[in-house]
């Protein structure tokens, strides 16, 4: 009998740690405890921002006359490097995990406070489900992992191919389209939809459209993808209106799915969505949880760190407080600049019909942004109507990292006049955010 079993090695392990730092006897189960640190140590953010940050590195050579020679991606090398930047990382969290029973195999609870592995069947208080998301596949289309392959493929390439296109402007359409044209691949960004960035500021929208199409990203909207399956060394792709593409490789990333196959029992309730939880993360069978992914409320490894933690200090008796999910960050890598936003956006709050106010600055003019490929990025800041920040959205270099200061505005209730009084750095692009409250 353990105190907590965390059923999968994602972020839910971080989870599993501090329960084991405090005494609690804790076992984690994870299919494969090679992969221990989940999908995005080892096949997604990690290795992705490492791919873009590196594409980005030949684009500016490539696109700025004082380079007297153009960096060429070596592929091999780059692998090489990631494979040692994954290792040393899970590395690192198999000593976190010391005081944690690991085991290895699929986890199906089977009953309240039971989890059947293989022959074996573990019980525990409590039961927290981490098991991430897998890629959606739309029908019609006959992954191979060669020539149509997903996300959990694309960052195991050896090489760069000659030609690829990318069905689904997500995130993780949007970045691999930034990366592979980034390097010069002849890349294709089929959508479904008139809109490549609708949710986004219509200014926003508008800049990261253009900075595609800079980059060389052919953009096909309204296009969908009938029927996909590899031909002799290539893919070949169907769209609806009977167009036929031929392109080496496609890229499948029409979204992601809960993985809620640990449920086995009729205590715990799953929706279209994913495993079913309260505002606790609590599932309909009392003392289990779902955190992450697998519970469909935001597919963000940071969100899932930050549940799995709320999760374990309630059970530490801590008292945590509700997490408001709209307070987390969230961004898109793509080059030269990406997005990033926090809090409530212009999309949410006129579907509201809330009264707002919004502060738009263009980064062009600062010139810092003439030097960082920048001078279609955008800063726009909302307040409500007592000028409380309520919300931000940003297109720049780094945004992920800018965005940090509007989050922490969130959080501590920041009202507009407080924000005015904040004096940041110049030159930088936090110069901006500081025009953005000073005109709230």
């Known amino acids: 009998m353990y105190d907590i079993c965390f059923i999968g090695g994602g972020l839910n392990y971080a989870g599993a740690v501090v329960a084991a730092k405090e005494g609690m006897r804790v076992a984690l189960i994870e299919r494969d405890l090679e992969s221990l640190g989940g999908t995005c140590l080892h096949r997604g953010c990690i290795p992705s921002k490492m791919f873009l940050h590196y594409a980005y590195l030949g684009y500016a050579t490539r696109t700025t006359p004082i380079f007297s020679q153009r960096a060429v991606l070596d592929m091999a090398q780059l692998q090489q490097e990631k494979s040692e930047l994954i290792k040393s990382a899970h590395h690192a969290i198999l000593r976190q995990c010391k005081d944690v029973t690991l085991i290895e195999g699929d986890g199906k609870i089977t009953a309240p406070h039971e989890i059947r592995v293989g022959e074996r069947t573990i019980e525990a208080t409590h039961v927290v489900i981490g098991t991430g998301s897998r890629p959606f596949i739309p029908e019609g289309i006959a992954y191979d992992g060669k020539h149509i392959i997903t996300s959990d493929d694309v960052l195991m390439m050896s090489s760069l191919p000659k030609s690829i296109a990318i069905y689904g402007n997500g995130a993780i359409g949007l970045e691999m389209a930034s990366f592979f044209s980034g390097c010069g691949v002849k890349t294709a960004l089929i959508y479904r939809f008139d809109d490549l960035f609708p949710n986004a500021h219509p200014m926003i929208s508008a800049s990261m459209q253009k900075q595609l199409e800079v980059l060389g990203v052919i953009l ?221």
């Open 220 to 440: 096909m909207p309204n296009c969908e993808i009938t029927e996909a399956k590899s031909v002799d060394g290539s893919a070949s792709v169907f769209l609806k209106d009977g167009t036929h593409l031929m392109p080496e490789i496609l890229l499948v990333a029409t979204g992601r799915e809960p993985n809620t196959d640990v449920v086995a029992c009729s205590q715990i309730a799953l929706s279209q969505h994913g495993i079913e939880t309260d505002e606790m993360f609590e599932t309909t069978e009392s003392d289990h949880f779902a955190i992450g992914d697998c519970n469909g409320k935001i597919q963000l490894a940071h969100a899932a760190r930050a549940q799995v933690l709320n999760v374990v200090n309630r059970l530490l008796n801590r008292k945590p407080s509700i997490l408001n999910l709209d307070y987390v960050v969230k961004f898109i890598h793509t080059l030269p600049m990406s997005y990033a936003t926090v809090g409530l956006t212009r999309e949410a709050l006129q579907k509201s019909d809330e009264p707002f106010k919004e502060s738009v600055v263009p980064l062009n003019a600062f010139t810092y942004s003439h030097i960082h490929h920048a001078k279609d990025g955008v800063i726009v800041v909302y307040t409500d109507a007592e000028n409380f920040i309520i919300g931000a959205e940003i297109l720049a270099p780094n945004a992920e990292e800018l965005i940090s200061t509007a989050a922490m505005a969130l959080t501590g209730e920041l009202s507009a006049a407080l924000a005015k009084e904040t004096i940041l750095a110049h030159p930088t692009f936090s110069e901006a955010l500081e025009r953005a409250f000073f005109k709230l």
